[in-house]
C-alpha cells in the first residue's frame, strides 16, 4: 500500500489563511453586496447577508464549528488508543461534546429559540418588552449564559494544562476573549434603543447612522468574531493533534458477513 505523506504544518497553514479570508470576505460582501445594494436583487442580497441564518456565512460557520468538534472529537479517539491519562480523554470528550452541540446550536438558533419560549412563558406573548426583572437584554443570555461561561472556564483551564506551545494557548485565550466580546456585542443588540447603557444609541447618535446601520454592522462584526474565535481553535486543535501524534497509521478492517 502507497503510504500518504502529508505536510501537516504547511497544510494547516493554508487552511488558517484561507479560512480567515473567507471570514473576511463575509463581512465585506455583505457591506457591498446586501447593505450598500450592489444589487437590487433580494435573493443574492438575502445570500450574502451575514446576519441571516440562511445566507452563505452562516452555512461557513455551522460548518466549521461542526468541523472542529469532530476534530476534538479525534483527539479524544487519538489519547484514547494512545492509553493518556483518564483526565485527558474526558477533558477532550467534553469539548467534543460542547462542540457538536454548539454547531448544532448555531444551525438551528436552539438557544434564542429557548430564550424566546422563557420570555413568552414569563412576560406572556402580548408583552413586546425585552427586560425580564433587573435584566435588559435578551432571555437567552440569562438563560444560558451561566452555561456557556462554565464551559469556556473548562476549555481555558484544561488546554492551559494541556497543551504545551505558548502560542497555542494565546490563541485559546484570543478565541475566548472573542466570543466574550460578541456575547458583550449581542448584550447590547439586545437593549432598547434609548437604554441609558445602550452603546449602540451613542454610535447612532454620535455619528448620524439609522437603527438598522448600527445594528446590523454590530451583528456583523459579532458573526466575525465567533467566526475567528472558532477558526483559532481548530488552528490549535490541528496543531496539538500532529504534535501527539505525528504519523497516524489509519486501518480500515473488513467484518466478515452472513
Request: glycine share 6%; hydrophobic share 50%.
Amino acid at each position: 500500500m502507497t503510504p500518504l505523506d502529508v505536510d501537516a504544518r504547511k497544510m494547516i497553514s493554508v487552511l488558517f489563511f484561507s479560512l480567515v479570508a473567507f471570514e473576511v470576505f463575509f463581512v465585506l460582501a455583505d457591506a457591498i453586496i446586501n447593505v450598500e445594494r450592489l444589487t437590487d436583487l433580494g435573493p443574492i442580497r438575502r445570500f450574502f447577508n451575514i446576519t441571516r441564518e440562511d445566507g452563505v456565512a452562516s452555512w461557513f460557520a455551522v460548518t466549521q464549528t461542526w468541523m472542529l468538534g469532530l476534530t476534538a472529537t479525534f483527539l479524544f479517539v487519538v489519547m484514547r488508543a494512545n492509553g493518556a491519562e483518564r483526565w485527558r480523554r474526558v477533558g477532550w470528550a467534553i469539548i467534543a461534546v460542547f462542540l457538536l452541540y454548539m454547531a448544532m446550536d448555531d444551525g438551528s438558533k436552539f438557544h434564542e429559540r429557548v430564550g424566546s419560549a422563557v420570555k413568552e412563558l414569563i412576560k406572556g406573548d402580548d408583552d413586546d418588552s425585552r427586560q425580564i426583572g433587573f435584566f435588559p437584554s435578551y432571555t437567552w443570555q440569562l438563560v444560558f449564559l451561566p452555561i456557556f461561561g462554565s464551559f469556556g472556564l473548562f476549555i481555558l483551564w484544561f488546554l492551559n494544562k494541556e497543551l504545551q506551545v505558548a502560542r497555542d494557548k494565546l490563541m485559546v485565550v484570543a478565541a475566548v476573549g472573542l466570543l466574550v466580546l460578541a456575547v458583550v456585542a449581542d448584550f447590547f443588540e439586545g437593549l432598547d434603543m434609548d437604554h441609558p447603557i445602550n452603546l449602540h444609541g451613542w454610535i447612532k447618535q454620535t455619528w448620524d447612522l439609522s437603527t438598522y446601520q448600527v445594528r446590523h454592522y454590530s451583528k456583523s462584526i459579532e458573526e466575525f468574531m465567533e467566526m475567528l474565535s472558532m477558526t483559532f481553535l481548530w488552528i490549535v486543535f490541528l496543531r496539538h493533534l500532529t504534535q501527539i501524534s505525528p504519523s497516524i497509521d489509519l486501518r480500515f478492517r473488513n467484518v466478515p458477513t452472513g
